[in-house]
């Protein structure tokens, strides 16, 4: 090879190499814009899946969200609640009925027979004690009347023996033997009028005005007349039941008891009374429990006392007690209508933004009113309470609009 040919090939070895250098480095700068194009283009990617643009150009993340306006939530008559910790009571359930206190209940009789000429009472009145229900026209009252002054009259004429005989033996001009004749006499007269005058009182016959006839059936201690049974001009008996006459400021509560719950339903066991007509609950203790279990219902009676100021339980109402069986403090709780089902899931519509999201919540413990949240809220967390229903109808609604 001479001397020309060599400088041609190291040339040409020189060319490729620049070229070879070159085509490396477009290569790897290629690579790295494709890579930041790549990159560029899946962040772009990742914004439109979790992000999308409305047509003012605002992003915002609505999935699930049933959107409801302050305005909406007033008009749907839906309560907001915050969720917080309460103190609950465990309670087992048992059907009852609101019944008169019979131990302040009397059922007033005439006592003695004849014929009615006023009525004093009506239906509902409130009464206090002595005062007159009826006036009663009674032969038999007449009759001990006329006993009780015959006896009076007696008594006087033997006072008076008495008096003079005692006299004469102590000025010696009787004898002792006439003296003692005349005490034991009068002895006997002050009992006549004593028994006289107790008959009269049994018949409630004493301290009536005007015709000796006349007998004043009183009430026999303050209440309200719940029933009934007498008109002017009736003839009525000794034992005929006319006026019963109840305190209404205490009512009892009868319980039936099944037999298996006997072991948790005890005297002075902690009670709640709820009204099935309304909301009205009030508190109490039970006062007895049966010994005897019937044997068809095989289940036990039993009874809570209520106080009833304003009379709000009234005998005949049916009501569901709830006998406590233990209380705890629980970290968050939420009202019983606040739970829904959606989807076969317990869900409480939550607050959020400017609507509800369903959130699935796990729940425990309930005193009927407020629920146990174990799982899927948390204290002060906003929800929806009553009226939520309308809430689950807006999201069905909104569902089946999707759908299509």
Same mark, same amino acid.
Request: hydrophobic share 45%; aromatic share 4%.
């Given at each position: 090879?001479n001397k020309h040919?060599?400088?041609?090939?190291?040339i040409m070895?020189a060319?490729?190499l620049?070229?070879?250098?070159?085509?490396?480095?477009?290569?790897?700068?290629?690579?790295?814009?494709q890579a930041e194009h790549t990159e560029?283009k899946s962040?772009?990617?990742?914004?439109?899946?979790g992000e999308h643009n409305?047509?003012?150009g605002e992003?915002?993340?609505?999935e699930?969200l049933?959107r409801f306006s302050?305005e909406?939530v007033? !008009? %749907?008559?839906?309560?907001?609640?915050?969720a #917080?910790? $309460?103190h609950?009571?465990?309670?087992? =359930?048992m @059907?009852?009925?609101?019944?008169?206190?019979e131990?302040?209940?009397?059922?007033?009789?005439?006592?003695a027979?004849?014929?009615?000429?006023?009525v004093?009472a009506t239906l509902g009145?409130?009464?206090?004690?002595?005062d007159?229900?009826?006036i009663?026209?009674?032969?038999e009252?007449?009759g001990?009347?006329?006993?009780l002054?015959?006896?009076?009259?007696r008594?006087?004429y033997?006072r008076s023996?008495?008096?003079s005989?005692k006299?004469l033996?102590?000025?010696k001009?009787s004898?002792?033997?006439?003296y003692?004749?005349?005490?034991s006499?009068l002895?006997?007269?002050e009992?006549?009028?004593q028994g006289a005058?107790?008959k !009269? %009182?049994a018949l409630?016959g004493?301290?009536? #005005?005007? $015709?000796?006839?006349?007998?004043q059936v =009183?009430a @026999?201690?303050?209440?309200?007349i719940v029933?009934?049974?007498?008109a002017?001009?009736?003839v009525?008996?000794?034992?005929?039941?006319?006026?019963?006459v109840?305190d209404?400021?205490?009512?009892?509560?009868d319980v039936?008891?099944?037999a298996?719950?006997l072991?948790?339903?005890r005297?002075g066991?902690e009670?709640?009374?709820?009204?099935?007509?309304?909301?009205?609950?009030?508190?109490g203790?039970v006062s007895?429990v049966?010994s005897?279990?019937?044997?068809e219902s095989?289940?036990?009676k039993?009874?809570?006392?209520l106080?009833n100021?304003?009379?709000a339980?009234r005998?005949?109402l049916?009501v569901?007690?709830d006998?406590?069986?233990?209380?705890?403090?629980v970290p968050v709780a939420?009202?019983?209508?606040a739970l829904?089902?959606?989807?076969?899931?317990?869900?409480v519509?939550k607050?959020?933004g400017?609507?509800f999201?369903?959130?699935s919540?796990?729940?425990?413990?309930?005193?009927?009113r407020l629920?146990e949240?174990?799982s899927?809220?948390?204290?002060g967390e906003?929800y929806?309470?009553?009226g939520?229903?309308a809430?689950?109808?807006?999201?069905?609604?909104g569902?089946?609009?999707?759908?299509?």
């Amino acid at each position: 090879m001479n001397k020309h040919q060599s400088k041609v090939i190291a040339i040409m070895v020189a060319l490729a190499l620049v070229f070879g250098g070159v085509v490396l480095f477009k290569g790897r700068n290629g690579g790295a814009q494709q890579a930041e194009h790549t990159e560029a283009k899946s962040e772009g990617g990742e914004h439109a899946e979790g992000e999308h643009n409305d047509e003012h150009g605002e992003k915002h993340a609505d999935e699930g969200l049933i959107r409801f306006s302050d305005e909406q939530v007033k !008009l %749907a008559g839906i309560t907001m609640h915050s969720a #917080a910790a $309460a103190h609950l009571d465990t309670f087992i =359930r048992m @059907p009852g009925q609101i019944a008169l206190n019979e131990d302040r209940t009397a059922h007033v009789t005439a006592r003695a027979a004849g014929a009615v000429e006023r009525v004093a009472a009506t239906l509902g009145q409130e009464v206090r004690k002595g005062d007159t229900l009826a006036i009663i026209a009674s032969a038999e009252i007449a009759g001990q009347r006329a006993d009780l002054a015959a006896a009076g009259k007696r008594l006087a004429y033997a006072r008076s023996v008495y008096t003079s005989e005692k006299t004469l033996w102590e000025e010696k001009i009787s004898a002792r033997q006439d003296y003692l004749k005349a005490e034991s006499e009068l002895r006997e007269a002050e009992i006549a009028v004593q028994g006289a005058r107790q008959k !009269l %009182a049994a018949l409630g016959g004493m301290g009536g #005005a005007g $015709a000796s006839n006349r007998l004043q059936v =009183r009430a @026999p201690f303050g209440g309200t007349i719940v029933e009934k049974h007498v008109a002017q001009g009736e003839v009525v008996g000794a034992d005929t039941r006319i006026f019963t006459v109840s305190d209404l400021s205490t009512v009892w509560a009868d319980v039936v008891v099944p037999a298996k719950d006997l072991e948790i339903v005890r005297v002075g066991t902690e009670a709640v009374i709820r009204s099935v007509a309304s909301s009205t609950t009030a508190p109490g203790k039970v006062s007895f429990v049966s010994s005897l279990i019937g044997e068809e219902s095989r289940s036990a009676k039993a009874r809570v006392v209520l106080d009833n100021p304003q009379t709000a339980w009234r005998p005949g109402l049916f009501v569901n007690v709830d006998i406590v069986t233990g209380s705890a403090q629980v970290p968050v709780a939420v009202a019983r209508e606040a739970l829904q089902t959606v989807g076969g899931r317990q869900v409480v519509f939550k607050r959020v933004g400017a609507g509800f999201v369903a959130q699935s919540v796990a729940v425990g413990r309930s005193d009927g009113r407020l629920v146990e949240i174990v799982s899927g809220m948390k204290a002060g967390e906003q929800y929806a309470g009553a009226g939520s229903f309308a809430i689950k109808a807006e999201g069905a609604k909104g569902d089946a609009e999707h759908g299509h």
